[in-house]
């Protein structure tokens, strides 16, 4: 497991559920982000050279749009155990391939009905429009996203065989 | 325009008529063949059969319970490049639906062919229909609809039709040519025959039977049945949904899986003409599998059984049209229908899609608009 990130999460709600075999303050999540390389990776790209922090829980997957992200990415992302999955491109209008931002956010609808039933909480999954200059957002984003998801807890997924 | 006539049925014979009445849609308006279902020489087995011969429907039986297959990728083997010449085509509601998604993708074409819909009683799963032709040895059609349409029961204890169908919200073919109505019809007396297109009125206008007012009681029959079928249908999502929220409980919803794939194969509307499950995609190095293995512990071999559902799920559950043949054609009685329809429904709302209904209307992840569905951006709100 990643070590504790240096970002401060402070959003621990009433509601948080106890991990087994700890506090839910020992529990890191996993997070997969697949983010577009014109617009958020190149924020993140902004992040680190403005040297801004953002919690080492999130892992970035580059791709050159949204509209690649192939629902079974996202859907093997979580049965692998990812406990959340970010998609996060150009703003609607601004996509560098005009259209592949209207398609993924179409998947992304398509997901969100299919998943919960399933058991997968739909505030695991989220698509951001996240913007090249952006790279304070996004370290915000994500900050928020592992806060968000440490409430949430571990995904039942996780360390389990998925058949 | 809806225009409505009577097929005669002598000594309460109605396959006869509907014989009769095949046999005369070939020839008409260009009509060179017709697929029918059909009972097999020397077997109970009904099958689709591709008929030229007028002289060979004597054992057209599309009446009969049976469903082993979905005629809607039969009848996108026969139009998917032109024909030619015209085919009739007698389909259940669901295979015309079916078909229907399968013209959206190109797969299938409408215009060289006359869809003939028959109103849906059900049908049994393939295990079911042959103990139920073997118990009741003759006479299986006409006993099956006579006891389904006087009293809504089975005629054979212990045989029921298909979920599948007792879930199926529509046993009326409106989106056919030619349409034949069996509810709230007296059959023994005559069957109705209706045009519910242009080319169905074409066709109406050729075979010149007498015209007649649709029967009152028409309408109440149909709605009791949608009534009574939207609610099973509708419990049938609750306890399904229960039995399939969590890893776990999935897990053991899909337990007797062994990958087969013949629910892929199955169903009519899974459209991808190379399954990536059959790819090499899939065809691990066996160092993978022990590394898998030691991750968690230990992995259940063939690996991907739930990723192929749900990958199936996102591929076609907007065209799923709830036929059944996924469960039908489960060789270890997997509910696959139960949980695809449960999931499809949600997936089909969400975009206002109902697979089947218009020919013009887009399968949702074809097209997209620049203002739409910002329920599921941003970091905020789940979704809905």
């Given at each position: 497991?990643?070590?504790?990130?240096?970002?401060?999460?402070?959003?621990?709600?009433?509601?948080?559920?106890?991990?087994?075999?700890?506090?839910?303050?020992?529990?890191?999540?996993?997070?997969?982000?697949?983010?577009?390389?014109?617009?958020?990776?190149?924020?993140?790209?902004?992040?680190?050279?403005?040297?801004?922090?953002?919690?080492?829980?999130?892992?970035?997957?580059?791709?050159?749009?949204?509209?690649?992200?192939?629902?079974?990415?996202?859907?093997?992302?979580?049965?692998?155990?990812?406990?959340?999955?970010?998609?996060?491109?150009?703003?609607?209008?601004?996509?560098?391939?005009?259209?592949?931002?209207?398609?993924?956010?179409?998947?992304?609808?398509?997901?969100?009905?299919?998943?919960?039933?399933?058991?997968?909480?739909?505030?695991?999954?989220?698509?951001?429009?996240?913007?090249?200059?952006?790279?304070?957002?996004?370290?915000?984003?994500?900050?928020?996203?592992?806060?968000?998801?440490?409430?949430?807890?571990?995904?039942?997924?996780?360390?389990?065989?998925?058949? | 325009?809806?225009?409505?006539?009577?097929?005669?049925?002598?000594?309460?014979?109605?396959?006869?008529?509907?014989?009769?009445?095949?046999?005369?849609?070939?020839?008409?308006?260009?009509?060179?063949?017709?697929?029918?279902?059909?009972?097999?020489?020397?077997?109970?087995?009904?099958?689709?059969?591709?008929?030229?011969?007028?002289?060979?429907?004597?054992?057209?039986?599309?009446?009969?319970?049976?469903?082993?297959?979905?005629?809607?990728?039969?009848?996108?083997?026969?139009?998917?490049?032109?024909?030619?010449?015209?085919?009739?085509?007698?389909?259940?509601?669901?295979?015309?639906?079916?078909?229907?998604?399968?013209?959206?993708?190109?797969?299938?074409?409408?215009?060289?062919?006359?869809?003939?819909?028959?109103?849906?009683?059900?049908?049994?799963?393939?295990?079911?229909?042959?103990?139920?032709?073997?118990?009741?040895?003759?006479?299986?059609?006409?006993?099956?609809?006579?006891?389904?349409?006087?009293?809504?029961?089975?005629?054979?204890?212990?045989?029921?039709?298909?979920?599948?169908?007792?879930?199926?919200?529509?046993?009326?073919?409106?989106?056919?040519?030619?349409?034949?109505?069996?509810?709230?019809?007296?059959?023994?007396?005559?069957?109705?025959?209706?045009?519910?297109?242009?080319?169905?009125?074409?066709?109406?206008?050729?075979?010149?039977?007498?015209?007649?007012?649709?029967?009152?009681?028409?309408?109440?029959?149909?709605?009791?049945?949608?009534?009574?079928?939207?609610?099973?249908?509708?419990?049938?999502?609750?306890?399904?949904?229960?039995?399939?929220?969590?890893?776990?409980?999935?897990?053991?919803?899909?337990?007797?899986?062994?990958?087969?794939y013949n629910c892929k194969v199955a169903c009519p509307v899974c459209y991808c003409r190379e399954c990536v499950f059959a790819t090499d995609v899939f065809?691990?190095?066996?160092?993978?599998?022990l590394r898998w293995a030691a991750r968690k512990g230990r992995i259940k071999m063939p690996t991907d059984t739930l990723f192929y559902h749900i990958t199936?799920?996102?591929?076609?559950?907007?065209?799923?049209?709830?036929?059944?043949?996924?469960?039908?054609?489960?060789?270890?009685?997997?509910?696959?229908?139960?949980?695809?329809?449960?999931?499809?429904?949600?997936?089909?709302?969400?975009?206002?899609?109902?697979?089947?209904?218009?020919?013009?209307?887009?399968?949702?992840?074809?097209?997209?608009?620049?203002?739409?569905?910002?329920?599921?951006?941003?970091?905020?709100?789940?979704?809905?």
């Amino acid at each position: 497991m990643p070590s504790t990130s240096s970002g401060s999460s402070s959003a621990h709600g009433s509601g948080a559920r106890v991990e087994k075999g700890g506090t839910m303050d020992d529990f890191e999540p996993t997070i997969l982000a697949f983010v577009c390389n014109w617009c958020t990776y190149t924020a993140a790209d902004l992040a680190g050279t403005s040297r801004l922090t953002y919690p080492q829980n999130v892992r970035l997957v580059r791709v050159m749009c949204t509209g690649m992200v192939d629902p079974q990415y996202i859907i093997k992302a979580f049965l692998e155990g990812a406990d959340a999955v970010l998609v996060s491109g150009c703003h609607p209008g601004d996509c560098h391939y005009i259209n592949g931002n209207y398609k993924a956010r179409r998947r992304m609808k398509l997901l969100k009905e299919i998943l919960p039933p399933l058991g997968f909480e739909p505030e695991r999954l989220r698509l951001t429009w996240i913007g090249a200059s952006d790279g304070i957002l996004l370290a915000e984003t994500l900050k928020q996203l592992v806060a968000q998801v440490k409430i949430l807890g571990p995904s039942e997924a996780k360390g389990k065989m998925v058949l | 325009m809806i225009q409505t006539a009577k097929l005669d049925v002598r000594a309460g014979d109605s396959l006869s008529s509907l014989r009769e009445l095949f046999k005369a849609l070939l020839g008409v308006e260009g009509v060179e063949a017709i697929l029918v279902p059909q009972t097999l020489p020397g077997s109970s087995m009904v099958m689709p059969v591709l008929v030229k011969d007028p002289a060979a429907l004597e054992n057209a039986d599309p009446l009969a319970p049976a469903f082993p297959l979905n005629g809607a990728g039969i009848l996108s083997k026969l139009t998917r490049k032109p024909l030619g010449g015209k085919v009739a085509a007698v389909l259940r509601p669901c295979e015309i639906r079916a078909f229907v998604e399968l013209v959206k993708l190109r797969q299938g074409a409408l215009d060289e062919v006359v869809l003939v819909g028959i109103d849906c009683l059900g049908a049994f799963q393939n295990r079911d229909y042959f103990r139920f032709v073997k118990d009741v040895a003759a006479g299986t059609t006409a006993l099956f609809c006579r006891t389904v349409l006087s009293s809504g029961r089975m005629p054979l204890p212990g045989v029921q039709i298909a979920d599948a169908c007792k879930a199926c919200e529509f046993p009326v073919p409106t989106g056919a040519d030619i349409l034949v109505g069996l509810y709230g019809v007296d059959t023994d007396d005559h069957l109705l025959v209706q045009s519910r297109s242009a080319r169905g009125m074409v066709v109406m206008d050729a075979l010149g039977l007498p015209e007649i007012e649709e029967p009152p009681l028409r309408a109440e029959a149909v709605a009791r049945v949608v009534a009574q079928r939207t609610a099973f249908r509708d419990r049938m999502f609750e306890e399904t949904a229960g039995s399939i929220h969590g890893m776990e409980k999935l897990a053991a919803y899909l337990s007797r899986c062994v990958n087969c794939y013949n629910c892929k194969v199955a169903c009519p509307v899974c459209y991808c003409r190379e399954c990536v499950f059959a790819t090499d995609v899939f065809d691990h190095e066996p160092f993978q599998y022990l590394r898998w293995a030691a991750r968690k512990g230990r992995i259940k071999m063939p690996t991907d059984t739930l990723f192929y559902h749900i990958t199936r799920l996102a591929h076609m559950s907007t065209a799923c049209v709830g036929c059944g043949q996924c469960s039908n054609a489960c060789p270890n009685e997997v509910p696959v229908m139960e949980l695809f329809r449960t999931v499809s429904h949600r997936a089909q709302k969400a975009f206002g899609y109902e697979p089947g209904r218009d020919v013009e209307e887009k399968p949702p992840l074809t097209e997209f608009q620049a203002d739409e569905f910002h329920e599921v951006e941003g970091m905020t709100g789940v979704g809905k």
